[in-house]
């Protein structure tokens, strides 16, 4: 939708989302180098690759004021994420997740998250939702929302969808965790477009029969994913789409994140009704370039390894190449570090022994 050059551009869109909102700490395990720490967790991967895609994104989330939430912070700022609904204080929580990359003889890659300190081994602090009582403060705060997104139910963050909803926000949910049956019925019926990895089925298995979402979405890991869209009949069938093919895989962790990035990206423009009378084309299109953004990102090491590596211009590019289904060797850019003194920011354990050692 980019033809009317000549005439005014279009403002960006606004994304607000609610869910978690992480330090992700990324350990490659084989190699000798500093953990990276940056930003992530499903609502906090998906808001700031939308808004490296140019959207004003606007994450909601309810953190405490520490070293970890500092990183947090710093690299949303970065990224030009609008941090007027992230909340500090000694009633929050600031989530750590780490992840461990590892690379065995023959070259093959994976990784695994552990909620616990590499350092010490005690458990990181994890997620609190947003509170209900703050909810009519953020609704006179908030920017209208083209897209509303959350990753799990809460009280807080269905009433927040539903509340975008009425104001003509497209409303995506991601159920990342569990949800609690009421929550998820009215999450459903709140959404315009419902994604679901097909390992977090288990709990939201209400998703997959749900009658009102305009778009169900099902993804398949590296087998692609299957779509269900109404286009005004009553009876939607399931499709699949296979993945595109990874060139030079690094980490698949963050794909969906990126899925849903390419998807939003693609489908915002034509609001809840224009979804609902779209073209079956119009939909899959929107799909593929989600799975496209989905290879691109596995190419990389975290979530979101390659927005710090390549320049807007070259992701754009790549981007099409994928749709097209060219493929090219991507180079390896691995500057050998060798491993400094690491401070564990991610853990208040650690900094407090830290502390008393050097007094
Ligand atoms: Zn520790």
Redesign the pocket.
């Known amino acids: 939708m980019s033809h009317n050059r000549s005439t005014k551009r279009r403002a960006k869109p606004h994304v607000i989302g609610t869910g978690l909102v992480a330090l992700d700490v990324v350990i490659a395990d084989n190699a000798d180098t500093d953990p990276v720490l940056c930003t992530g967790g499903t609502c906090g991967n998906v808001l700031t690759a939308l808004a490296y895609l140019g959207w004003n994104s606007y994450p909601v989330a309810r953190l405490r004021g520490d070293a970890a939430s500092k990183r947090i912070i710093e690299d949303l700022e970065f990224w030009g994420v609008k941090l007027d609904f992230i909340s500090l204080s000694d009633g929050g929580s600031t989530p750590v997740v780490v992840q461990h990359l590892r690379q065995t003889r023959d070259g093959q890659r994976s990784h695994s998250f552990s909620r616990k300190?590499?350092?010490?081994?005690?458990w990181l602090p994890w997620y609190k939702a947003v509170r209900v009582a703050n909810v009519p403060d953020l609704t006179t705060r908030m920017p209208k929302a083209d897209v509303f997104y959350f990753d799990r139910t809460s009280r807080a963050a269905v009433t927040l969808a539903q509340h975008a909803r009425r104001e003509g926000a497209l409303v995506v949910f991601e159920p990342s965790a569990e949800s609690e049956p009421n929550q998820l019925a009215d999450a459903l019926a709140a959404a315009h477009v419902v994604k679901v990895a097909n390992d977090r089925v288990s709990g939201n298995s209400a998703i997959l029969r749900a009658k009102t979402p305009l778009l169900l979405v099902e993804t398949l890991g590296s087998s692609g994913l299957r779509f269900a869209w109404s286009g005004g009949k009553k009876n939607r069938s399931w499709k699949t789409l296979q993945a595109f093919k990874v060139e030079s895989l690094r980490d698949s962790a963050g794909a969906g994140d990126w899925c849903t990035a390419g998807i939003i990206d693609s489908l915002w423009s034509l609001g809840p009704q224009g979804l609902a009378e779209a073209s079956s084309s119009t939909v899959q299109a929107a799909l593929m370039k989600g799975q496209a953004m989905a290879a691109w990102a596995c190419r990389y090491d975290g979530a979101r390894g390659g927005m710090y590596t390549v320049s807007r211009k070259d992701f754009d590019d790549t981007i099409a190449d994928i749709l097209k289904g060219k493929t090219k060797v991507v180079k390896e850019t691995n500057s050998p570090r060798t491993r400094g003194t690491i401070t564990?920011v991610?853990?208040d354990?650690?900094l407090t022994?830290t502390r008393v050692a050097s007094t």
Do not use: E, I, S
């Open positions: 300190c590499p350092a010490c081994g005690a564990p991610w853990c354990c650690c022994n």
